[in-house]
C-alpha cells in the first residue's frame, strides 16, 4: 500500500496521526480463512463463497438436511454487490444466491457439545451469519489499514492491514495503532530520559529501562 493513498480518516492519538487507508488487496476470508461454516453459492457471472462441486439439486438437499444448520444467503447486484441472510427489498436486482451451513457432526466437535439445543442453534446461526457479514464487508471492499505518522508528521513505518468494517473499534484497528503508539510514547520517554540523566543518575538506570532503543543510547553515554 502506498503512502500517498488517500486516506479514509485520520485519528489523533497522543499527538500522533493514524490515517486508515482502504486495503485494497484484503484477504478473502473464504479461501484464506479458517471458518466453522461452508458457502455453496451459485451464480452466472460470479464465483461467489467457497469452491464446490455440487449440483444444484444436491444443494438444495443439503440445505434442507436434517443434519446440517444453514442460512440463506441474498445477493444485490447494482454497482457493486453485497450479501446478506435477510434479503432485500429489491426484487429486480436481488434474489436467493446460496447458502451457508455447517454440519452438526462438526459442531458438536468444534465446541465439544454432546447435543445441540436451541440455544446452541441459535449461537450457531449466529456465527453463520457473522461469517456472511465479513465476507460481504470482502465484497464490498470495506477492508482497511493503517499507517502511523510522528507528531512532526514523519512517516514511522509502522502500518498493517486486513482490519475488515468500517467501524474501526470493532475490527481492532483502533487498539492495534493505539498499542503501536503507545509503544513509541514509552521508548521516547525512556529515550529522553536517558539523555536528560546526569552521570550519577546513568547507573541507576540500567535495569529501568525496557526498549532496545533506549537501552542502546544509555550505553552510549556510558561508553563516552
Known amino acids: 500500500m502506498s503512502v500517498e493513498s488517500m486516506s479514509v480518516e485520520e485519528i489523533k492519538y497522543k499527538r500522533y496521526t493514524i490515517k486508515v487507508e482502504q486495503d485494497d488487496i484484503p484477504s478473502n476470508p473464504r ?10 453459492c451459485f451464480h452466472g457471472r460470479y464465483k461467489l463463497g467457497d469452491a464446490h462441486t455440487l449440483t444444484l439439486k444436491q444443494a438444495q438437499q443439503l440445505e434442507t438436511s436434517k443434519d446440517v444448520i444453514s442460512l440463506p444467503i441474498y445477493m444485490y447486484d447494482h454497482s457493486g454487490i453485497t450479501i446478506n441472510t435477510t434479503g432485500f427489498s429489491c426484487p429486480w436486482d436481488s434474489g436467493k444466491v446460496g447458502f451457508i451451513y455447517v454440519t452438526k457432526e462438526k459442531a458438536r466437535k468444534e465446541y465439544s457439545w454432546k447435543v445441540i439445543n436451541k ?48 467501524d474501526y473499534e470493532v475490527s481492532g484497528l483502533v487498539d492495534a495503532a493505539q498499542g503501536a503508539i503507545d509503544y513509541y510514547v514509552e521508548r521516547d520517554e525512556e529515550i529522553k530520559l536517558v539523555v536528560e540523566a546526569s552521570e550519577v543518575e546513568l ?5 529501568a529501562l525496557k526498549h532496545p532503543e533506549a537501552k542502546e543510547a544509555l550505553n552510549q553515554r556510558l561508553a563516552a
Open 119 to 166: 440455544a446452541r442453534r441459535e449461537k450457531l446461526e449466529l456465527y453463520l451469519k457473522g461469517e456472511v457479514e465479513v465476507y460481504d464487508q470482502y465484497l464490498r471492499g470495506d477492508c482497511y489499514g493503517y499507517q502511523i505518522f510522528d507528531p512532526q508528521g514523519k512517516d514511522t513505518n509502522e502500518s498493517c492491514w486486513g482490519y475488515f468494517g468500517s
Open 203 to 207: 547507573p541507576l538506570l540500567l535495569n
Open 31 to 40: 479461501k484464506e480463512w479458517d471458518n466453522l461454516g461452508s458457502m455453496v
